[in-house]
């Protein structure tokens, strides 16, 4: 890949970009053995699918929602993995204006308790402190996943829909402002870590964020503020990759580029180096691109809040990713290159004769959905008892309810587990309005798991064209192998409906 830069740019990197390219043509970010077959997507019907969160319109307001994968971190360490797992899923809808109402989960264990316990309470402590009900939750088992659990978290959120914010219109001269915890040297190189097979380092466990759930609701809290007072119209938050891929995407999604003043950035250790700044994932922060004259304003609700803030750049017309420390400029490449990555040939050789469905152990019990809170915010309508996986939640403002089921497809069977989902909420009284999933697969250089995957979004395309609903959002996470073991092809879905007016 360095090659393939190095030629497009006619001059060699430093260390510095290529500590840059590691994490933006990782898996992870780059999606580069998913991409092509994701924009075959059902889309007809989804708003706003191409950025933080996707969803669709009820009336004056809309749900967006979005499911991501924290598989590797679970791994390593199952209570912040999982934890933050949330808190990070909770930021994609919170940075389109969304206020978060709902969590849900979709877990897949093996044999390892303290992954299993470590995960519930990871999930558990960090919704229930921010006040955001837990209120769908599939729990499955299968020894496939004794070395890599998968850990699928689904954030819903409710937003104006003419108040929704993009971070696709940035301007020339707008600031950019990073908002919330002083950024550490935790969650290094957690893009990368999350796109290779799993090796059980200790070292691993600095690609692992920490949690602060505290810090989150204030910035909940104070990110809504920020936008109900228009202070902001272009934001992004900090997930895989930090800074980097927070900046890049804001610059790259509308047409422009960023200057970067590293020395700027507000941290928590004196030792910490640019490469470090950049590619840090420290939890609880959110990018703000502001106008000058609404610093003033946006920086009293952040103080209200207490919550750290520092103005680290600008956004620039030219098209080029610009990072300066301490006066000296140490990195400079166009933004389409920094954040596109090269096509990579696919494998689609392979047969799909054991590729059909199959099912696997419900382990879900009263001792793991207790753990969660699943009535705060008063929208609940149901109780977890009879099915944990649905529940059913009021949106007052638009005299209304919408249905919440999660389900898996494990090893095929991708069509039948969509189509017996849809059944499931029809009979209840509501109409399909769209998914967003997580297609967690093993190592996508060795066949038959790319044949696997088309077959995927293929099953997902019949069913979405049938039951007329689109897929909203989603995730993919590849590598999903710890040595000599590899999971079972899980496709982790959560499915909205909506109720005809009431």
């Known amino acids: 890949m360095i090659d393939y830069v190095e030629k497009s740019l006619n001059r060699k990197l430093n260390e510095f970009e290529k500590s840059l390219f590691s994490a933006t043509y990782s898996e992870h970010c780059g999606y580069l053995h998913s991409k092509k077959l994701l924009s075959k997507l059902y889309r007809k019907g989804a708003i706003y699918y191409k950025e933080n969160a996707g969803g669709f319109r009820i009336g004056k307001h809309a749900i967006l929602f979005k499911m991501?994968?924290?598989?590797?971190?679970?791994?390593?360490e199952p209570f912040n993995g999982a934890a933050t797992g949330i808190g990070g899923i909770i930021r994609d809808v919170l940075a389109m204006n969304a206020e978060p109402i709902a969590l849900c989960n979709s877990l897949k264990f093996g044999d390892n308790e303290r992954v299993k316990n470590g995960v519930v309470e990871g999930i558990s402590f960090y919704g229930n402190c921010i006040g955001v009900p837990t209120v769908s939750t599939e729990v499955l088992y299968d020894k496939s996943y004794t070395f890599n659990p998968l850990v699928n978290v689904t954030a819903i959120g409710l937003a104006k829909?003419?108040?929704?914010?993009?971070?696709?219109?940035?301007?020339?001269?707008?600031?950019?402002?990073?908002?919330?915890?002083?950024?550490?040297?935790?969650?290094?190189?957690?893009?990368?870590?999350a796109s290779k097979t799993l090796k059980n380092r200790k070292e691993d466990k600095l690609s692992i964020q920490i949690a602060n759930p505290f810090m989150k609701k204030k910035l909940i809290e104070a990110t809504l503020e920020i936008f109900r007072r228009k202070l902001v119209l272009c934001a992004q938050d900090c997930g895989a990759a930090?800074?980097?891929?927070?900046?890049?995407?804001?610059?790259?999604?509308s047409g422009l580029g960023?200057?970067?003043?590293?020395?700027?950035?507000?941290?928590?250790?004196?030792?910490?180096?640019?490469?470090?700044?950049?590619?840090?994932?420290?939890q609880e922060r959110m990018l703000f691109v502001i106008d000058e004259d609404n610093i003033t304003e946006a920086a009293k609700i952040l103080d209200k809040y207490r919550i750290e803030y520092s103005l680290i750049g600008e956004v620039i017309p030219q098209k080029v990713y610009e990072v300066f420390y301490q006066g000296k400029l140490i990195g400079s490449i166009p933004t389409e290159i920094l954040v596109t990555p090269p096509e990579v040939k696919l494998d689609f050789s392979g047969d799909l004769s054991d590729f059909t469905g199959e099912k696997i152990k419900d382990i879900n019990s009263k001792d793991i959905f207790e753990q969660y809170d699943s009535t705060v915010g008063a929208r609940t309508m149901l109780?977890?008892?009879?099915?944990?996986?649905?529940?059913?939640?009021?949106?007052?403002?638009?005299?209304?309810?919408?249905?919440?089921?999660?389900?898996?497809?494990?090893?095929?069977?991708t069509y039948e587990t969509l189509r017996d989902g849809v059944n499931?909420?029809?009979?209840?009284?509501?109409?399909?309005?769209?998914?967003?999933?997580?297609?967690?697969?093993?190592?996508?250089?060795?066949?038959?798991?790319?044949?696997?995957?088309?077959?995927t979004i293929d099953d997902m395309n019949k069913a979405c064209e049938e039951f007329k609903f689109p897929v909203c959002s989603g995730n993919v996470s590849f590598y999903n192998e710890a040595e000599n073991y590899k999971i079972k092809p899980s496709a982790s879905f959560t499915l909205i409906g909506i109720k005809n007016k009431i």
């Not at 930090?242 to 999604?253: H, N």
């Not at 960023?258 to 910490?272: F, M, Q, Y």
């Not at 109780?383 to 939640?393: D, G, K, R, T």
């Open 68 to 76: 991501e994968s924290h598989n590797h971190p679970c791994a390593v």
């Open 161 to 193: 829909y003419d108040d929704i914010v993009t971070s696709s219109c940035a301007k020339p001269g707008q600031k950019l402002l990073l908002a919330g915890s002083a950024t550490m040297k935790d969650g290094l190189g957690g893009a990368a870590f």
């Open 258 to 282: 960023v200057k970067l003043e590293l020395e700027r950035v507000h941290t928590a250790d004196s030792s910490i180096t640019p490469e470090e700044i950049m590619l840090s994932e420290t």
């Open 383 to 413: 109780e977890p008892y009879e099915n944990p996986a649905y529940n059913e939640l009021l949106i007052r403002e638009e005299n209304t309810s919408i249905c919440i089921y999660t389900l898996s497809a494990i090893n095929g069977g």
């Open 242 to 253: 930090g800074i980097l891929s927070s900046t890049s995407e804001a610059a790259f999604k």
């Open 424 to 455: 499931y909420i029809s009979q209840r009284g509501y109409i399909p309005m769209g998914i967003t999933n997580c297609l967690n697969f093993p190592n996508p250089e060795h066949a038959p798991v790319m044949l696997q995957f088309k077959k």
